[in-house]
Structure formats: structure tokens, C-alpha cells
């Protein structure tokens, strides 16, 4: 415990290490009340959860310094990004996000404040996503280390995969692209602004119950862009054995990322929409005639060998996609 | 890539930074085929299970230097305590365990000889314990930090909580207690044997199966003991509102914990009974007649306020009990 202060205020904990790791929990947890298809929430040896159809489940772990910089994001916002980030991987199977458990490995040194604004973020953050926090671990680490994993319920229907893209269907896309990868190249040369896309690297916006949403319209196949359109409509082509082309006439290119792109040197602002990862939009393969309100198709499924077209021709620009690892 | 070595062999990758992000998933999962309840495994942005009834889940965290020493616990090792540890938290709601999905953060220089052992532990345990590997991550990190979330099938019946015992019951254990604890003893002071111990430490035997067993047999409450006997009881004490006595002339200590008690200066076996955690043994509350075959009684369930006694006593021992970040 650390001394009271001079004002007579009654001691308190500043790190983790003095916290204790059943008050850290009960920082994170308190008041949480399951409801809903959450049968048994935080606090015994598992959570129960009740579900209509199958289990869709994923999980994602961000590492300080590889994943996210506490000098470029908050504390809520890290909590945020956690949880959306898994989320989205559950959107992304056509299943509805029922719950999360969170794992944070921490040093001790850790401010009490900074877990308590993660806290607020895995909490908002789950608010936003429709799911409930319903369990979870703590531990001490050189590093922060979270791992979210989301639970999630395909009610009846099939999982919406990689592998079911088939030639004549068109791409269609729920959400935003490039955002994310214009505030991270801000931010690397120093700068906090355009402040729209650093807080898109912070918090990204995946499309909420737009996975669903794509289920119901028939899509046949779906995916996160979470490394890049290019590199995972990759995985798509592959799983599916198929082309697919991309329309580049219908990528939105915001000002924001025009703004950046003209400031970091004339780069082109149309890399961060094929190459860009991280903003979590939903990619997935209709029926032309059933796609549903408020996506954009940006692309076509042809036959042809598993290769991904940009405007018909091959692409020849940065691959982009995401390894960790590589140097 | 490093060199080809001079017998003329291909260049092969040393660590996991020189193999690459994809092809250390490809060493964790290569060859897995789903089966039964995983409709689809891992390689999509889910994995999909049908489950019978309510869904467990639960999630553990090993972080390197914090739970496992690399010179205590060879890579295989590691792999399987990861599994077990997340399968015994499922095993102690009565569920049936049937996947996991394993986050792994490890260093860019880790040897890819330490992931492969990795993951043939991995895929050890997940045989011994009946379940399968269904998904997982990888990433980058300055430290080994493995968490582990595992995904049952509650069957039909309720999940055994913390809070169902009821005085009149008896408390009956499968497994065993203070094995990893005496194993700890002996490494912590530069011994490797008994190897019994030590062996308990690097890898737990959780009694798999059992927790089912416990369902069936009409159990009320259920827990694994991996903080310690007394701890843990203290649990269940405080969510049933009962008082829990534990007869200690029905634990057997074993000939390897009182060799360790002895050598380490006249220690009294006993406490790695009551205090050792890591061993993941079962204890619930059953009616006295229906008691499975296999579990031994070890105490009763009796009114009065929530505690935990020792042979009719208060316990005047240590704690025991393990709470990170405190000192």
C-alpha cells in the first residue's frame, strides 16, 4: 500500500502490484449482471451460455508495442480495440456475438488507472457490440498482453466461411477500409492528426450485426478485412478456388485519407484501402440481387484460378497483409 | 533464412521469427482434422461446434517466469499444463469438455524446436483430455505468454457452481493435491527429483472425465483445486453459505511428499495437501450414498457461517492460496 496523502485521504493503490489481482478482477467485473442467452456470468470455474444453433468462437491477442503503443492509444481505447477486434472475427461467420472472455497479462507496475480505463473500454466496447463480458483471467507479465475470445451463435444457419465465393456472385462490403492504416501512418511520422483516422488506429468501427445481417441475405461466403482487402480477399479466392476482381471506382476514398496521403509524400490514398487492415469491414460474396442495404459491392466472383484482380488486371502494387515475426 | 549447414542440408529456420507467422500455425495445426461436435476447425475466421446443451467456457493465462520456467518445464511440458489447467476449469462445472483454442506469444527468437514441443504437447493433452484443438493466434512478444480457453458441452444437465452445497453432504475428491506443490519445493532449490513431484509440476493430471461423472451422480457443487485445497474450499464456503470441515486422516500423502517435506527441514507433508494448488483435482458435494465410484471422501458440509475447517478446527496454518501481483 502506498502512504495516505498529505490532504488525510486514505491510502490508496496507484499500481496493480498494490491492487492485488482479486481487487484488479473486481475492477473489471463489478456489476456486471448476465442476462439474456448468458445463463452464468464472471466468477465461478466457467460461464454458461445458452445458445439457438451452433457455436461460432475465435480469439486475438494484442501485444503492447506490436499491437497497439501506450503512447498512441489510451487505456479505453486498447480495451476497446480488444474486444472489437475478436468481435469482429464472429461477424465475420454470419453468427451473432453473444459473449467475451478476456485474458490480461500485465506488469505489476501497471497504474490502477490504466486498468481501470481499460476496463471501461472492454465495457463500452462491449456495449457498442451487443455482447457481454462473462468471464476472464488476470496475471502478472512482463508486457501487456490481452487475449479476447468471442462466443458467438449462428441461430440455425450455416457459418458463413471462406471457401463458399462462387463465379457470378458479387462482392459486397458493410463498413470502411483504410482508415485504420492512414492514422498508424500519421502517427509513426509524429503527428495526432487528421484526428479521424488516428482514432480509427485507436478504436476500430467494425460493422455490428451486419454478419448477421449478410447471413440472412444468403451471402455464401464472408471475411474480416483485417490484414488488407487484397491480402484477405486472398484467402477467400484461395478457399473458394476462384477470381475475384476488384472495382476500384467504388472504394470510398475519404478526405481524411486523401489528406494523408498527400502529406506523407504523394502516396497513393488508394493503398490504404487495398492494403490498409485493422478497420474490420465485412467482405462477402451475394447474389447480385440480394445484397443487402447499406453494403457496397465493390467487386465481382469470376472462375479462373484463386487470384485476386484489382480493376481486371493483376496487381502489382505493395501485397500488403500483416505477418508477425517477418522483419 | 539462416545458411544450409556444411553436410550440405537445406537452410532451415532456427526460430520462429526466421520461419514466419504462417508457417508457425502450420507447425501447431497441421494434420488436425475436426471431428464429432466441431463442425469446423481451425482456418477460418472461426471455428464452429454443435453442442448438446449450454456452452462452458473458461480461459487460463501461463505466462513464462510467472507460472513455468523454461529450465524447469520442457516445451512439451508447457503445451500440455496449458491445456490442462483451461480443461480442469470445464471439468469442475460438470461439462463435457470438447475444444480449445490457444493464444501463443512468444519472442521472434524462439527456437522453433521449443514451438514444435509446443505443440506436440498441445496435441498430447488434448487427446488424453478429449478435446480438440479448434483455433488460436500467434503474435509476437517479449515473453512466452499462453492463454488457453477451452469450450464444453453441459449435455442438458445444470452447471455445478460454487454456490450449491447444502449441510448434510458429504465433499469427495478424484485426483490429487500437493503433487505440483512438493514439486515446486524440490526445483526451487536446484533438485529434480523425486521425480514423481517434479514431473506433477510440469504437467498436471487433472482426472478428466470425472467432472461428467460428478454431474451425473447428482453432485451440487463442484471445483478444481488450483489454488489449494483450503483456498479454493474457501470458495465454495462463501458462494454456498456453509461451513466445510476437511478430515485429514483421508488424504493420502504420498511416499515422494514426505520424502520432500523431510529434506526440506522436518516440513510438515500435510500442507502440500492443504495448500498446494496446480494439481487440478475435483472436490464436490454429494449426498453420502451417491458418491461416485473412484471418489473419496474427504469432509462434510455443514451449517453455519461460511469457513473452512481442519478436522473440526480453525486453521492456524498458512493460507496458502496464490494471488499474482502481490508481493
Redo the contacts between chains.
Keep these: 500500500m502506498t502512504e495516505g496523502d498529505p490532504s488525510g485521504r486514505p491510502a490508496k493503490a496507484a499500481t496493480?502490484?498494490e491492487?492485488?489481482?482479486?481487487a484488479?478482477i473486481d475492477q473489471v467485473t463489478a456489476g456486471l449482471s448476465p442476462s439474456g442467452p448468458v445463463?452464468?456470468g464472471v466468477g465461478?470455474?466457467?460461464?454458461?451460455?445458452?445458445?439457438a444453433g451452433?457455436?461460432?468462437?475465435?480469439?486475438?491477442?494484442?501485444?503492447e508495442d506490436?499491437?497497439f503503443r501506450r503512447d498512441w492509444s489510451g487505456a479505453e481505447d486498447v480495451g476497446r480495440k480488444a474486444v472489437a477486434a475478436c468481435v469482429a472475427?464472429?461477424e465475420?461467420?454470419g453468427?451473432a456475438p453473444i459473449?467475451v472472455?478476456?485474458?490480461l497479462?500485465a506488469p505489476?507496475s501497471t497504474p490502477v488507472e490504466w486498468t481501470a480505463g481499460f476496463a471501461a473500454g472492454v465495457r463500452a466496447e462491449c456495449e457498442a457490440a451487443g455482447v457481454q463480458l462473462?468471464?476472464?483471467?488476470?496475471?502478472?507479465?512482463?508486457?501487456i498482453?490481452i487475449?479476447a475470445?468471442?462466443?458467438?451463435d449462428?441461430g440455425g444457419l450455416p457459418?458463413l466461411?471462406?471457401?463458399g465465393a462462387r463465379p457470378g456472385q458479387v462482392l459486397a462490403m458493410a463498413g470502411r477500409l483504410g482508415w485504420a492504416a492512414a492514422g498508424v501512418a500519421v502517427l509513426a511520422r509524429g503527428f495526432r492528426s487528421p484526428r479521424a483516422v488516428v482514432v480509427a488506429h485507436r478504436v476500430p468501427q467494425p460493422p455490428y450485426g451486419q454478419g448477421r445481417v449478410a447471413a440472412e441475405a444468403g451471402a455464401s461466403a464472408?471475411?474480416?478485412i483485417s490484414d488488407g482487402l487484397l491480402a484477405d480477399l486472398g484467402h477467400v479466392a484461395r478457399?473458394s478456388g476462384v477470381t475475384l476482381d476488384v472495382d476500384t471506382s467504388r472504394l470510398e476514398i475519404a478526405e481524411p485519407q486523401q489528406a494523408v496521403a498527400a502529406a506523407i509524400g504523394g502516396g497513393d490514398p488508394l493503398l490504404f484501402q487495398l492494403t490498409g487492415g485493422d478497420d474490420h469491414a465485412l467482405v462477402g460474396a451475394f447474389e447480385a440481387d440480394r445484397v443487402p442495404e447499406g453494403w457496397v459491392v465493390i467487386g465481382r466472383v469470376l472462375g479462373g484460378e484463386p487470384r485476386v484482380l484489382v480493376d481486371g488486371a493483376e496487381w502489382d502494387g505493395p501485397p500488403g497483409g500483416w505477418?508477425?515475426?517477418?522483419?
Design positions: 496493480i502490484g491492487l492485488g489481482e482479486f484488479l445463463v452464468l465461478d470455474d466457467c460461464a454458461v451460455l445458452r445458445l451452433d457455436l461460432a468462437v475465435s480469439t486475438d491477442t494484442m501485444v506490436v499491437h472475427d464472429a465475420a461467420m453468427a459473449g472472455v478476456i485474458s497479462a505489476a462473462v468471464g476472464g483471467d488476470t496475471t502478472s507479465a512482463a508486457q498482453v487475449t475470445t468471442v462466443l458467438a449462428l457459418p466461411t471462406r471457401a464472408l471475411i474480416d478457399a505477418q508477425h515475426f517477418t522483419s
